[in-house]
């Protein structure tokens, strides 16, 4: 079975591990992170327009004790990031470069892959840093703009276009954002057949990790009794260590051809042929069958 052979393939090729790294890197940058999108919103006068449309949001709508509460924690927040500057800057990037390369090489680890020319690491950090960060910013900003307008041209089903939306304004640029990665980063898969169907399992299954993380695991009272008011902490945790070693088995998925031989309604025959480019060369596989396709 496709799903076994990958889930083998996951644990042979260090899975656990490589998800365990990216979660540092993650955990590691979150803070970085926020300081430079403040730093940033101090730059730019749309991002600051839209800063001030929020604080407006947060007094409107919320208690005004806790509005007050929440703005003074992102004040703070913006206050120390305003000593970041360039250097700020450069760490968060290089941050965005280690956690590039480190899924290249944990792709290229599942797929059995020997190692990759320095052009190679360019090309899957080409990927994860400029094209998937862009195509999901456009896909979001299209979702959002149709959701205004069918809000402003039926203003009475407000409320039915914000909960129908919802889903769509995250699983479409994830799935998206997925599929590029499963196609481009292992070293060109022949078909978009493969990546697709395995970026839309591994959404669902991010969905529902989400679903018992969120209603089941951050709510059992020996977690809360331990960690009292720490218990985001090991949230967050587990949290980043799931979504990557999700995203990691879809990688497994993939070199095992899952999904390859579907009938899509987009149509298009089905890839039979090759999976890896002509330079991966298998380091250990028990047949051809469960890689997914014939190598060079």
Known sequence: MTLWRALVRFFRGDGMVFSGYLAFLSLLALLPVLGVLFWFSQQSTIIRTADAAFRDFLFSNLIPDAAKQVVGVVDKLRSNARGLGILGVAIFAGDLVLKALALTTAVDRLWSGGRRRWWGFLNGAGVLL?????????????????????????????????????????????????????????????SWRSPLSAALLV??????????????????????????????IPVLMVSAFVLWALVLYGAALVAEGFGKNLHWPFGGKSSKGKTRNSRTKPIAEPSASSNGGATQ
């Open 130 to 190: 400029i094209i998937v960060p862009t195509v999901v910013a456009v896909l979001f900003g299209v979702i959002r703009f149709v959701e205004k307008f069918l809000m402003n041209l039926f203003p009475s089903a407000r409320s039915f276009f914000d909960t129908a939306f919802d889903p769509f304004a995250i699983g479409v640029p994830l799935v998206a954002a997925l599929t590029l990665i499963y196609k481009w980063v292992p070293r060109q898969v022949a």
């Open 203 to 232: 959404a669902a299954l991010i969905e529902f990790a989400r679903w018992v993380i969120t209603h089941h695991f951050a709510t059992m009272q020996q977690l809360k009794s331990l960690y009292g008011a720490f218990v985001a």
